[in-house]
Protein backbone atom coordinates (compact mmCIF):
# COMPACT_ATOMS: atom_id res chain seq x y z
CA UNK A 1 0.00 0.00 0.00
CA UNK A 2 0.93 3.29 -1.17
CA UNK A 3 1.37 5.97 2.12
CA UNK A 4 2.86 9.44 2.65
CA UNK A 5 3.37 11.17 5.85
CA UNK A 6 4.07 14.84 6.75
CA UNK A 7 6.71 15.88 9.70
CA UNK A 8 8.44 19.08 10.54
CA UNK A 9 5.11 21.18 11.20
CA UNK A 10 5.75 23.00 14.40
CA UNK A 11 5.39 26.78 16.40
CA UNK A 12 7.91 29.36 15.06
CA UNK A 13 8.07 33.19 14.82
CA UNK A 14 7.28 35.35 12.23
CA UNK A 15 10.51 35.77 9.95
CA UNK A 16 11.54 32.07 11.39
CA UNK A 17 12.00 28.89 9.37
CA UNK A 18 10.96 25.31 9.23
CA UNK A 19 11.37 22.31 6.38
CA UNK A 20 8.41 20.09 6.13
CA UNK A 21 9.09 16.36 5.33
CA UNK A 22 6.99 13.96 3.07
CA UNK A 23 7.99 10.54 3.29
CA UNK A 24 6.59 8.30 0.45
CA UNK A 25 6.44 4.63 1.77
CA UNK A 26 5.57 1.52 -1.06
CA UNK A 27 6.27 3.72 -3.65
CA UNK A 28 9.70 4.21 -5.55
CA UNK A 29 9.68 8.07 -6.43
CA UNK A 30 13.07 7.23 -8.54
CA UNK A 31 11.45 4.27 -10.26
CA UNK A 32 7.52 5.63 -11.28
CA UNK A 33 6.77 8.89 -12.81
CA UNK A 34 4.55 10.88 -10.63
CA UNK A 35 3.69 14.86 -8.57
CA UNK A 36 3.89 15.54 -5.85
CA UNK A 37 2.06 18.92 -3.96
CA UNK A 38 1.92 20.33 -0.90
CA UNK A 39 -1.35 21.96 0.22
CA UNK A 40 -2.15 23.33 3.04
CA UNK A 41 -5.93 24.52 4.68
CA UNK A 42 -6.13 27.10 7.44
CA UNK A 43 -9.29 27.36 9.62
CA UNK A 44 -12.38 28.27 7.75
CA UNK A 45 -10.63 28.37 4.48
CA UNK A 46 -10.70 26.07 1.23
CA UNK A 47 -7.78 23.37 0.68
CA UNK A 48 -4.77 25.53 -1.01
CA UNK A 49 -2.14 23.74 -3.55
CA UNK A 50 1.00 25.80 -2.43
CA UNK A 51 3.94 23.64 -4.43
CA UNK A 52 4.37 20.78 -6.39
CA UNK A 53 7.56 18.88 -7.80
CA UNK A 54 6.97 16.31 -10.67
CA UNK A 55 9.15 13.32 -12.16
CA UNK A 56 7.74 12.56 -15.82
CA UNK A 57 9.36 11.90 -19.05
CA UNK A 58 8.00 14.78 -20.32
CA UNK A 59 8.20 17.18 -17.40
CA UNK A 60 10.39 17.73 -14.54
CA UNK A 61 9.41 20.91 -12.97
CA UNK A 62 8.58 22.58 -9.79
CA UNK A 63 6.00 25.56 -9.09
CA UNK A 64 4.89 27.57 -6.27
CA UNK A 65 1.77 29.71 -5.41
CA UNK A 66 2.42 33.18 -5.64
CA UNK A 67 2.37 33.78 -1.89
CA UNK A 68 5.11 31.57 -1.56
CA UNK A 69 7.45 32.13 -4.09
CA UNK A 70 10.86 33.03 -3.15
CA UNK A 71 10.56 32.00 0.07
CA UNK A 72 9.56 28.27 -0.14
CA UNK A 73 11.65 25.89 -1.97
CA UNK A 74 10.46 22.17 -3.01
CA UNK A 75 13.21 19.63 -3.39
CA UNK A 76 13.01 15.70 -3.75
CA UNK A 77 15.86 13.04 -2.18
CA UNK A 78 15.44 9.98 -3.68
CA UNK A 79 17.45 8.37 -1.74
CA UNK A 80 15.56 9.02 1.39
CA UNK A 81 11.99 8.67 -1.09
CA UNK A 82 11.26 11.77 0.83
CA UNK A 83 10.22 15.61 -0.73
CA UNK A 84 10.95 18.35 1.03
CA UNK A 85 9.47 21.89 1.63
CA UNK A 86 12.03 24.41 3.27
CA UNK A 87 9.62 27.78 4.46
CA UNK A 88 11.65 30.51 4.99
CA UNK A 89 10.33 34.21 6.41
CA UNK A 90 7.48 32.49 7.44
CA UNK A 91 4.60 35.01 8.36
CA UNK A 92 1.63 34.63 10.20
CA UNK A 93 -0.40 33.95 7.27
CA UNK A 94 1.61 30.40 6.39
CA UNK A 95 -0.47 29.14 9.32
CA UNK A 96 -2.58 26.41 8.97
CA UNK A 97 -2.12 22.28 8.83
CA UNK A 98 0.03 21.58 5.44
CA UNK A 99 -0.84 18.46 3.98
CA UNK A 100 1.48 16.27 1.14
CA UNK A 101 -0.15 14.46 -1.34
CA UNK A 102 1.24 11.97 -4.21
CA UNK A 103 -0.33 11.39 -7.70
CA UNK A 104 1.22 8.05 -8.67
CA UNK A 105 1.33 8.89 -12.61
CA UNK A 106 2.37 11.19 -15.37
CA UNK A 107 1.49 15.06 -14.66
CA UNK A 108 3.00 17.94 -14.60
CA UNK A 109 3.49 21.22 -12.12
CA UNK A 110 2.93 23.81 -15.24
CA UNK A 111 0.46 25.08 -13.13
CA UNK A 112 -0.46 23.40 -9.42
CA UNK A 113 -2.79 20.20 -9.97
CA UNK A 114 -6.12 20.65 -7.62
CA UNK A 115 -6.51 18.37 -4.76
CA UNK A 116 -8.82 16.01 -7.01
CA UNK A 117 -5.76 14.90 -9.01
CA UNK A 118 -4.14 13.24 -6.10
CA UNK A 119 -5.09 9.96 -4.75
CA UNK A 120 -2.63 9.52 -1.70
CA UNK A 121 -2.81 12.16 1.17
CA UNK A 122 -1.28 12.46 4.37
CA UNK A 123 -2.74 13.54 7.22
CA UNK A 124 -1.41 17.23 7.65
CA UNK A 125 1.34 18.48 10.09
CA UNK A 126 0.30 21.95 12.23
CA UNK A 127 2.36 25.01 11.45
CA UNK A 128 1.79 27.79 13.65
CA UNK A 129 3.53 31.52 12.91
CA UNK A 130 3.04 33.93 15.63
CA UNK A 131 3.32 37.54 15.25
Known amino acids: QVHVEESGGGLVEAGGSLRLSCLVSGFTLDYFENVIGWFRQAPGKDREGVSC??????????NYVSSVKGRFTISRDSAANTVYLQMNSLKPQDTAVYYC????????????????????WGQGTQVTVSS
Open 53 to 62: ISDSDSDNST
Open 101 to 120: ALDPSPGSCATIPGPDDFSV
